[in-house]
């Protein structure tokens, strides 16, 4: 019942993980790109030969982004790796001051001041994008001591209520208190918010 835009996340969680553990990597003593584990800090060691590469990985960079749909225009950034690709007509997520907006990227603007199709994010000044109503929604997920921060994207028009019970990541999680942009806090069994008025929802792990 809750449309989630995979894509975005899996991309972002894939990243995270390589960044760390393991790494594909190219072996000057294999000659080809083989899996390679983190000895320390920016130390690799091939998995096949065991020889030791440095690789260092990419930063991430903020871009400003002007995002707008029919009522206005809003400006906030989106984050991504400096090596990433922007692509006219993708979808990325936009940072705004308290929520995370999905737009669809119009047009493309180089540090030169060149307009393109696409572009490396490290050289890209700002991008446009056409508001495609989706939201990117901010849980605390509570399993016992453990708080964990979550988000998803959703239709802006999804409806959550105190009480429900989410699934994510296979697990499932009940709904005990929805924050509001506009300040407000939902904790009564019923109550409902939309997807894009909500600042965070807090649930808790039901095995
Ligand atoms: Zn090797």
Redesign the pocket.
């Known amino acids: 019942m809750h449309k989630t835009l995979g894509l975005i996340s899996d991309m972002k969680k894939d990243f995270k993980n390589q960044s760390t553990l393991n790494m594909e990597l190219y ?4 000659k080809e790109v ?1 899996k390679h584990e983190l000895v320390k800090q920016n130390l690799y060691r ?1 998995s ?4 030791h590469t440095r690789f260092s990985p990419p930063k991430e960079v903020e871009i400003k982004a002007i995002l707008s749909s029919d009522e206005k225009t809003e400006i906030g950034k989106v984050k991504v790796s400096e090596e990433d690709e922007i692509v006219k007509g993708s979808e990325m997520i936009v940072d705004l001051k308290e929520v995370s907006k999905v737009g669809k990227v119009t047009a493309i603007q180089l540090k030169n001041g060149r307009m393109v199709e696409f572009s490396k994010a490290k050289d890209t000044y700002s991008i446009w994008l056409r508001n495609v109503g989706e939201v990117s929604v901010k849980f605390s997920l509570h399993k016992r001591a453990v708080t964990t921060p979550y988000k998803m994207v959703f239709d802006g028009e999804t409806e959550f209520v105190v009480g429900e019970v989410i699934n994510i990541e296979g697990k499932k999680y009940r709904i005990h208190r929805i924050k509001l942009l506009d300040g407000g806090l939902l904790k009564r069994e019923g109550e409902k918010a939309l997807a894009k008025d909500i600042k965070r929802i807090y649930a808790t792990y039901t095995p």
Request: with cysteine.
């Open positions: 072996c000057d003593s294999c083989t091939c096949i030969c065991g020889t």
